[in-house]
């Protein structure tokens, strides 16, 4: 009999954190997507209170008017960066994109009639069906890459285009985050008291105890991977000083920033980097930015899981298997909602707010 309850209680909790589990995989993957704007208003005014706060006690002015101007002028700074880095950021890639055509027939073209000549060279004593074979395929391969090219320069105009398509419905999850973050600066405090009281005394414990555990996990995560990238950009910096890249400094930066992005990380610049100095024929240079990211990637699988793990209170390989989880998953809010969830768990299970392991 205790043997048949306790089988009945190992699959009724089985099947309650299977539950929670789906109704955590909808809110993310469903309900997340509807609300974000407006949470990232709530974010926004959040992280604007304490400067808030301060004008205000310092100038003895009225909190509302206040609030909606520092919410103004955070707004307005946010979209002069962001328009100027778009700008420039457009502007190289539209050089790019038009000049690849031209990176072909300058350098890539030459590079491959050149190794043609090596070759055809050497096989010069054989059969001349085969020489004329082996000439006609070439010019098929030749051909080939131009239409591809050309075909990748289509692509990548099509997708810039797919972008625009979308920039309606970004502009409206915009305006909806901005308008948000308004409304709920300049009544923070009645908003968030508002949310508490619906629940009991104990559950609003548990709410702002969830809430200020986040608030410094947060910190500790942007810490660390502020700690990874810049362990990046110095191995980065001085390997590309090392190859003689011309603007070290500048390209190991964006090459740093892009090493955060689960979908493209270092080799989303490096690799195509190392292939396209292979087809020009600078095989020393190649070799360098090869051993680079090698030696980049394998020192960021070694310190990620145990700078973030170690921040976060979880064991390093618990880390890494929540990182990996969440951004094949969930992609970039998996990649830090994982460890981050995890970390939350362990510490309300270590508190005895909840009971989830021994």
């Not at 100038?59 to 509302?64: D, P």
């Not at 989880?325 to 309300?348: D, E």
Request: aromatic share 12%; proline share 4%.
């Amino acid at each position: 009999m205790e043997a048949q309850n306790s089988k009945k209680s190992f699959i009724i909790n089985v099947l309650f954190y299977l539950l929670i589990g789906l109704l955590v995989t909808a809110t993310l993957k469903f309900i997340l997507p509807l609300v974000s704007p407006f949470i990232m208003g709530f974010l926004i005014a959040y992280l604007l209170r304490k400067p808030t706060k301060s004008l205000v006690s310092r100038f003895k002015l009225s909190y509302k008017p206040v609030s909606a101007l520092v919410v103004l002028i955070f707004y307005v700074a946010i979209g002069f960066l962001l328009s100027l880095i778009g700008a420039n950021l457009v502007t190289m890639i539209a050089s790019a994109i038009i000049g690849l055509p031209a990176v072909y027939e300058e350098q890539i073209r030459p590079f491959l009639l050149t190794s043609y000549t090596t070759i055809e060279q050497i096989v010069f004593n054989l059969n001349p069906a085969i020489r004329d074979v082996l000439y006609e395929n070439f010019q098929r391969f030749i051909g080939s890459i131009g239409e591809n090219i050309t075909n990748i320069s289509l692509g990548i105009v099509g997708f810039l285009s797919s972008i625009a398509t979308s920039l309606p419905g970004l502009f409206v999850r915009t305006l909806l985050m901005v308008v948000s973050t308004f409304f709920i600066a300049v009544d923070f405090d009645s908003h968030t008291g508002f949310i508490l009281r619906q629940f009991s005394p104990k559950r609003a414990k548990i709410l702002i105890s969830i809430k200020n555990y986040l608030k410094n996990t947060l910190l500790v995560v942007f810490k660390s991977y502020g700690t990874i990238m810049f362990i990046t950009f110095i191995e980065l910096s001085g390997g590309l000083i090392l190859i003689d890249i011309p603007n070290p400094i500048l390209i190991a930066l964006i090459i740093a920033a892009f090493d955060i992005l689960p979908l493209f990380g270092t080799g989303g610049i490096m690799v195509p980097w190392v292939i396209f100095n292979l087809v020009i024929g600078s095989y020393g240079r190649a070799l360098g930015l090869f051993i680079l990211y090698v030696f980049v990637t394998v020192v960021r699988n070694m310190i990620e899981p145990k700078i973030v793990g170690g921040q976060l209170g979880i064991h390093p390989i618990v880390a890494l298997m929540s990182m990996f989880i969440g951004a094949t998953y969930f992609g970039f809010l998996g990649l830090f909602g994982f460890p981050i969830t995890l970390s939350l768990l362990k510490h309300l299970n270590d508190e005895g707010i909840i009971k989830v392991f021994k």
